[in-house]
């Protein structure tokens, strides 16, 4: 895409300065920002709504300043394959960088493509990153080399193979809980446990074939990471 001014952006940052910063430095670089939102709800909300050329988000939003912009990202690139998202964080969350990563990357793309993911404290060039948001727009890929170097390392570790999701189940799991009760503490179904242990095992390299108990390998495999 190299006529920006085509390209409409809506943004998601929950703090005010930095929203507004945002919006003017993408405006002053040719970008139409189609909206600018302060949560994670709001966000998909909007993006439904406008359907964007890309979207730019903080990772840490309201309510609870955990994941939820990252983790609103993974649902609508699921919900719209290949919509372009540049992520913008203060920290590296390593298992929702891999998983948003991993989403589809739209009709005949590459898992992946149209993503982009940014340490605030290292964008410090406008031009460049009005160039990285216009290179996302079109399908690019552009990732922070600290990002890189961390996910290269987390590939040696198992336990980093998996999401969020899965590695509360795995914990509950190592609590001795059966199938029902993981569902029951975790407010998901028990379809949905059964599939994340599935993902757990899978993961691990857990073969249903090795001769062992899949299930009391797993936990002695998160047990082994916690304690490292």
Same mark, same amino acid.
Request: hydrophobic share 40%.
């Given at each position: ?11 998601? =940052?929950? %703090? ?41 988000? /903080? ?33 590296? =969350? +390593? ?35 009005? /160039? ?46 059966? %199938? ?18 599935? %993902? ?23 047990? +082994?990471?916690?304690?490292?």
């Amino acid at each position: 895409m190299t006529d920006n001014t085509s390209c409409r952006v809506v943004v998601a =940052e929950d %703090n005010t300065l930095l929203r507004e910063g945002l919006q003017i430095l993408l405006e002053r670089n040719g970008f139409m920002v189609a909206d600018v939102v302060g949560d994670a709800e709001e966000l998909i909300g909007t993006v439904r709504r406008l359907s964007p050329d890309v979207v730019i988000t /903080d990772v840490r939003m309201p309510p609870d300043f955990r994941c939820e912009g990252l983790t609103a990202a993974v649902q609508l690139r699921e919900e719209q394959p290949g919509l372009p998202v540049v992520v913008l964080s203060q920290y590296i =969350e +390593q298992s929702y960088v891999a998983e948003l990563l991993d989403s589809p990357g739209g009709p005949g793309g590459s898992r992946g493509a149209g993503i982009g993911y940014l340490l605030k404290d290292r964008v410090s060039d406008v031009a460049e990153f009005a /160039d990285t948001v216009r290179r996302v727009a079109a399908g690019g890929t552009a990732v922070d080399p600290a990002v890189i170097s961390q996910l290269i390392n987390r590939r040696q570790d198992p336990l980093g193979r998996l999401t969020p999701r899965e590695r509360e189940v795995l914990s509950v799991m190592a609590e001795g809980h059966s %199938n029902a009760s993981i569902a029951q503490r975790l407010f998901i179904s028990d379809a949905a446990v059964v599939k994340h242990i599935g %993902n757990i095992l899978m993961k691990l390299d857990l073969p249903p074939d090795d001769g062992r108990n899949r299930r009391v390998a797993a936990v002695l495999a998160y047990l +082994q990471g916690a304690v490292r």
